[in-house]
């Protein structure tokens, strides 16, 4: 069936270092796909999206780009800051039917 | 613009008690509506998911319930709570399924 794999976390970076968390799919037909953040003790958050293939989503200087060929949405960010602190959740959508990953922790230290 | 509130943000019940969570959506008529649970260290699991009033389809099979009394209005109950009902239960909202869901802040409920 369909679903998301992201990398395991948890991961801890210093400020202004580059992030990147991997997030891999699986599915049948065209999915859109989409990073969400949650900051500590809060819900979910839509952070970006793509709905098709080499399309690339940004938002907070975050992107991430859409690849069929490995079917991957890598979240990247090239000067992380400790705001930036939560769990990432990748997540597909087919269909009516959405799937989300288990969450990557990152902690960014001054 | 919408907003959806969800209450209590957390709550600690024994084991064996009724449950009773409150999802709001404001700003938008006729949303799709879901609950999801996130157990520690795990993803997010859909529970319920309603189309409209009286609507809901169970994605999983425990002891929740999912009702739908009002519009924009989505209530997840349980008569007797169990231990691993522990976790942290999400509300979120669509325009129409499959779309973009946006989430509401969370309940975090602790069973002892």
């Known amino acids: 069936g369909d679903s998301v794999t992201q990398m395991e976390g948890p991961v801890t970076l210093s400020e202004e270092a580059f992030l990147t968390i991997n997030c891999t799919y699986t599915a049948t037909g065209y999915p859109s796909l989409f990073w969400y953040v949650q900051y500590p003790g809060e819900g979910l958050q839509l952070l970006l999206k793509?709905?098709?293939?080499?399309d690339k989503g940004s938002n907070k200087g975050f992107e991430a780009t859409y690849r069929k060929e490995t079917t991957s949405f890598h979240l990247e960010k090239g000067s992380v800051q400790v705001s930036d602190s939560a769990v990432y959740f990748c997540a597909l959508r087919t269909g009516n039917q959405f799937y989300f990953g288990t969450g990557t922790s990152l902690t960014v230290i001054p | 613009s919408q907003t959806i509130h969800q209450w209590p943000a957390t709550l600690v019940q024994p084991v064996g008690s009724p449950l009773s969570l409150e999802c709001t959506v404001e700003g938008t008529s006729n949303p799709n509506l879901y609950w999801y649970r996130q157990a520690a260290g795990r993803g997010l699991q859909l529970l319920f998911y309603s189309v409209g009033i009286g609507q809901i389809s169970s994605e999983v099979p425990q002891n929740l319930s999912a009702s739908r009394p009002q519009d924009r209005q989505f209530i997840l109950s349980s008569k007797k709570l169990l231990l691993s009902d522990s976790g942290f239960y999400l509300c979120?909202?669509?325009?129409?399924?499959?779309?973009?869901?946006?989430f509401g802040p969370g309940t975090r409920l602790l069973v002892l």
């Open positions: 979120a909202w669509s325009v129409r399924p499959g779309e973009t869901q946006y």
């Open positions: 793509a709905t098709k293939a080499d």
